[in-house]
């Protein structure tokens, strides 16, 4: 319980501002410039089609449903997804880090405890305060998402999900890198990475490239016009997040010390 508290101590700020600057962008987007959205339809589809082909794919415009709230939602998701992964990307790696950065991870795994056990409250600590700041997030989207008469549980629980995937991948980056110089900076590597990804998905809209697509596994989209998530991408989003927290764990608990 001691390592529990600890560690929520180390990571609750970080978590708190990025919650903070999610709620900040969700709300600024979906009730600030939606509203203008709606004003604008004309003028907005003529700026979207002068653009480039593909151009506007990449970044997540459907001309289709970009105009009603369901779809500008699944659209501000793409941005936010972004934000979401770097949040959960520093978490898992400033987690599963912090000892072999401060040459100190020799004095942890004398203690009496197991290393298997280590890496499981490191771990719960990380799932924990990702689920307590989307129960902050969940609470906005639903509001907001009443005002336009629109179910927005599913879609909101969006983020969440996403961000366990991310942070499944992010603490096996963690665990399995040589070194680890930067967290931010590897977590924004993570982060940009998959969205990369996700704009070379849309663009090519290569049917294999959306099995890569981390951000899309858990689409608003699918939820709103279906009423449930993709099964498959479902399914592929439950394998990353088992075989990357299970190699992880295989790794934390046999890999020899770093203690310089």
Partial sequence: MNIFIFETKKQILGVALWTVALLLVVWGLTVGVYPSFQSSISSIKHMIESFPAGFAAAFGVEMSNLFNFGGFYNFSFGYVSVMGAIMAAFLGISLFSREARSKCEDFLLTKPISRGTLFLIKFVVGIVLLCCANIFYLIVVIVVGSAHNLSMFLPGLSLLLTQLVVYAVSIFCAIFARKVRSVSGMATVIGFGAFIISALSNMLNEPFMRYLDVLKYFEP????????????????????????????????????????
């Fill in 221 to 260: 989209a699918d939820v709103i016009a279906q009423g449930h998530y993709d099964f498959r991408f479902t399914f592929v989003a439950l394998c990353v997040f088992f075989a990357m927290t299970a190699s992880a764990y295989i790794r934390y608990t046999t890999r020899d010390t770093r203690s310089v």
